[in-house]
C-alpha cells in the first residue's frame, strides 16, 4: 500500500478518524472536532469516569494510530486524525462544558493551538516510535489546554456579568476577523474571496430587508407560522440566491480554500457588524437593567452574544459552503439542505419576533440555540464531507 492511497481496510478507516482525516484542509482540526462529541457524551459523567474513559480513549488511540503510522510511510502523516479525535476529551475533564459551551469553544481553540506550537514536552514524546509517538504529542497538547482553560474559567467566572460579556464578545470578534485572515495565510485563499465573501452578505442584505418588509405587510392578518415561514424563505433565496450569483459572475475555477473563505467571509462580516452596532447603539436603561439581573444566574444570557454568533458562523460556513459546490460542481442538489436550513432557522428567528419571545428568558434560548446548533452542525459537516468535491 502507499501513502496515496486510502486505507481500505476497518482499521484504516478508523485511523482517519471514520474518513475526517481525508478532508483536504486542516484534517487534524477535522479530527478534533469529532472529539467534541466525545467530549459532550463524557461530560455528564463523574469526574473519576471521565479520567478513567479519557485513559481508555488513548489506549485505544495508541493501536489505531499505530496502524496507521505502519500505513503511511511519513510520521504522524496528517491523514491520521485519530489521535486527534480520541484524545481531544482530555482538554474537557471536568470542566462544564455543558451548562458553558464557551468553555467547549475555548478548550476546542486552545487546543488546537497548542497542537501546532508543540509545548513542552510534545516535542520529545513525538519522537517515540509508532502510534505511542503520533498520540502523546496530543496528550500534551490538550493536558496543556486543560490547564490554561481551567486557569482561565477560574478567573473569568469571577468577573460581573458586564465584564464577562465584554470579554466574550471580543473574543468572538478577535475570532471572526482572524479566521477568514488564516484561511488566507494558512491555506493559500486567493484574498480576493474574501471581499466577494463580504459583498455577497451585504447585497443579500440590500435585497433580504426590503423583500421582508413587503412580505410583512402582504400577510400581517395571516397566521404567525406562515409568516414567519415566508419570511424564511425570504431570507435563504435572498443571500444565498445572491452568493449563487456572484459565484456566477466571477466565474473561474476555484481552489478548496476560495470556498471555504468565500463561504466563511459572509459570517464574519454578519458578526464584525453586528458588534459594531451593539457597541454604537445602546439599549435603553431599563433592558440593560433586566439583562444584569438575568446574566447574573445564567451563563447562557451572559455570553448570549458568543453563543449565538459561533452558531450563526457555523450556519453561515455551511450553507453558503454548500451552494458555493452546488456551483462549482454543478450538483444543484448540494444547495437543498443550506435552503432548508436557512429557511427553517431565520423563520424560527421571525417567528420569535412575531410572537415577542423574550431572548432573555435562559430556557427558551438554550432550546432555541440547541436547534440552531444542530442545524448549523449539519450544513457544516455536509459541507466538510463533500468539500473534496471542489478539486
Same mark, same amino acid.
Not at 503510522?69 to 510520521?75: K, S
Not at 413587503?214 to 445572491?242: C, D, K, N
Given at each position: 500500500?502507499?501513502g496515496g492511497d486510502a486505507l481500505p481496510t476497518f482499521a484504516g478507516w478508523l485511523a482517519s478518524g471514520f474518513g475526517l482525516g481525508h478532508v483536504p484542509l486542516?484534517?487534524?482540526?477535522?479530527?478534533?472536532?469529532?472529539?467534541?462529541?466525545?467530549?459532550?457524551?463524557?461530560?455528564?459523567?463523574?469526574?473519576?469516569?471521565?479520567?478513567?474513559?479519557?485513559?481508555?480513549?488513548?489506549?485505544?488511540?495508541?493501536?489505531?494510530?499505530?496502524?496507521?503510522?505502519?500505513?503511511?510511510?511519513?510520521?504522524?502523516?496528517?491523514? %491520521?486524525?485519530?489521535?486527534?479525535?480520541?484524545?481531544?476529551?482530555?482538554?474537557?475533564?471536568?470542566?462544564?462544558?455543558?451548562?458553558?459551551?464557551?468553555?467547549?469553544?475555548?478548550?476546542?481553540?486552545?487546543?488546537?493551538?497548542?497542537?501546532?506550537?508543540?509545548?513542552?514536552?510534545?516535542?520529545?514524546?513525538?519522537?517515540?516510535?509508532?502510534?505511542?509517538?503520533?498520540?502523546?504529542?496530543?496528550?500534551?497538547?490538550?493536558?496543556?489546554?486543560?490547564?490554561?482553560?481551567?486557569?482561565? *474559567?477560574?478567573?473569568?467566572?469571577?468577573?460581573?456579568?458586564?465584564?464577562?460579556?465584554?470579554?466574550?464578545?471580543?473574543?468572538?470578534?478577535g475570532a471572526a476577523a482572524a479566521l477568514p485572515l488564516g484561511i488566507i495565510a494558512f491555506g493559500g485563499a486567493a484574498p480576493a474571496w474574501l471581499g466577494y465573501?463580504?459583498?455577497? *452578505?451585504?447585497?443579500?442584505?440590500?435585497?433580504?430587508?426590503?423583500?421582508?418588509?413587503?412580505?410583512?405587510?402582504?400577510?400581517?392578518?395571516?397566521?404567525?407560522?406562515?409568516?414567519?415561514?415566508?419570511?424564511?424563505?425570504?431570507?435563504?433565496?435572498?443571500?444565498?440566491? %445572491?452568493?449563487?450569483? %456572484?459565484?456566477?459572475?466571477?466565474?473561474?475555477?476555484?481552489?478548496?480554500?476560495?470556498?471555504?473563505?468565500?463561504?466563511?467571509?459572509?459570517?464574519?462580516?454578519?458578526?464584525?457588524?453586528?458588534?459594531? *452596532?451593539?457597541?454604537?447603539?445602546?439599549?435603553?436603561?431599563?433592558?440593560?437593567?433586566? *439583562?444584569?439581573?438575568?446574566?447574573?444566574?445564567?451563563?447562557?444570557?451572559?455570553?448570549?452574544f458568543l453563543i449565538e454568533r459561533s452558531i450563526a458562523l457555523a450556519g453561515h460556513v455551511g450553507s453558503r459552503g454548500l451552494v458555493s459546490l452546488a456551483v462549482?460542481?454543478?450538483?444543484?442538489?448540494?444547495?437543498?439542505?443550506?435552503?432548508?436550513?436557512? %429557511?427553517?432557522?431565520?423563520?424560527?428567528?421571525?417567528?420569535?419576533?412575531?410572537?415577542?419571545?423574550?431572548?432573555?428568558?435562559?430556557?427558551?434560548?438554550?432550546?432555541?440555540?440547541?436547534?440552531?446548533?444542530?442545524?448549523?452542525?449539519?450544513?457544516?459537516?455536509?459541507?466538510?464531507?463533500?468539500?473534496?468535491?471542489?478539486?
Amino acid at each position: 500500500m502507499t501513502g496515496g492511497d486510502a486505507l481500505p481496510t476497518f482499521a484504516g478507516w478508523l485511523a482517519s478518524g471514520f474518513g475526517l482525516g481525508h478532508v483536504p484542509l486542516l484534517p487534524g482540526t477535522a479530527g478534533a472536532l469529532g472529539g467534541v462529541l466525545l467530549s459532550l457524551a463524557l461530560s455528564g459523567w463523574p469526574i473519576r469516569k471521565q479520567v478513567l474513559a479519557g485513559a481508555v480513549l488513548v489506549a485505544i488511540a495508541v493501536p489505531i494510530a499505530g496502524y496507521g503510522a505502519r500505513a503511511f510511510p511519513e510520521h504522524d502523516d496528517a491523514r %491520521i486524525v485519530a489521535d486527534e479525535l480520541l484524545t481531544f476529551p482530555v482538554a474537557t475533564l471536568g470542566l462544564p462544558i455543558r451548562q458553558h459551551p464557551g468553555l467547549l469553544a475555548a478548550a476546542f481553540v486552545t487546543s488546537r493551538v497548542l497542537d501546532g506550537l508543540k509545548p513542552f514536552p510534545a516535542q520529545a514524546v513525538e519522537s517515540l516510535p509508532g502510534g505511542v509517538g503520533v498520540v502523546m504529542d496530543d496528550v500534551v497538547a490538550n493536558a496543556w489546554a486543560l490547564l490554561l482553560v481551567s486557569l482561565g *474559567w477560574r478567573w473569568f467566572r469571577r468577573l460581573p456579568a458586564a465584564a464577562g460579556y465584554g470579554v466574550s464578545m471580543a473574543a468572538t470578534l478577535g475570532a471572526a476577523a482572524a479566521l477568514p485572515l488564516g484561511i488566507i495565510a494558512f491555506g493559500g485563499a486567493a484574498p480576493a474571496w474574501l471581499g466577494y465573501g463580504a459583498l455577497a *452578505w451585504l447585497a443579500g442584505l440590500a435585497v433580504k430587508l426590503p423583500l421582508a418588509a413587503v412580505t410583512g405587510v402582504l400577510l400581517a392578518q395571516r397566521s404567525p407560522g406562515l409568516q414567519a415561514g415566508m419570511l424564511g424563505m425570504v431570507s435563504g433565496l435572498s443571500e444565498l440566491g %445572491i452568493a449563487v450569483a %456572484i459565484l456566477f459572475w466571477v466565474g473561474g475555477d476555484l481552489s478548496v480554500a476560495d470556498v471555504l473563505l468565500y463561504a466563511t467571509a459572509a459570517g464574519s462580516m454578519e458578526t464584525l457588524a453586528l458588534g459594531a *452596532w451593539s457597541l454604537l447603539v445602546r439599549p435603553d436603561a431599563d433592558t440593560v437593567r433586566r *439583562w444584569r439581573q438575568v446574566a447574573e444566574r445564567s451563563a447562557w444570557v451572559r455570553h448570549m452574544f458568543l453563543i449565538e454568533r459561533s452558531i450563526a458562523l457555523a450556519g453561515h460556513v455551511g450553507s453558503r459552503g454548500l451552494v458555493s459546490l452546488a456551483v462549482v460542481t454543478g450538483n444543484a442538489w448540494l444547495a437543498l439542505p443550506a435552503l432548508a436550513g436557512f %429557511i427553517l432557522t431565520d423563520g424560527l428567528a421571525a417567528h420569535r419576533d412575531i410572537m415577542g419571545q423574550d431572548w432573555m428568558d435562559p430556557a427558551w434560548f438554550r432550546r432555541m440555540m440547541g436547534l440552531f446548533a444542530a442545524v448549523a452542525a449539519i450544513e457544516l459537516g455536509l459541507f466538510a464531507l463533500l468539500l473534496p468535491l471542489a478539486d
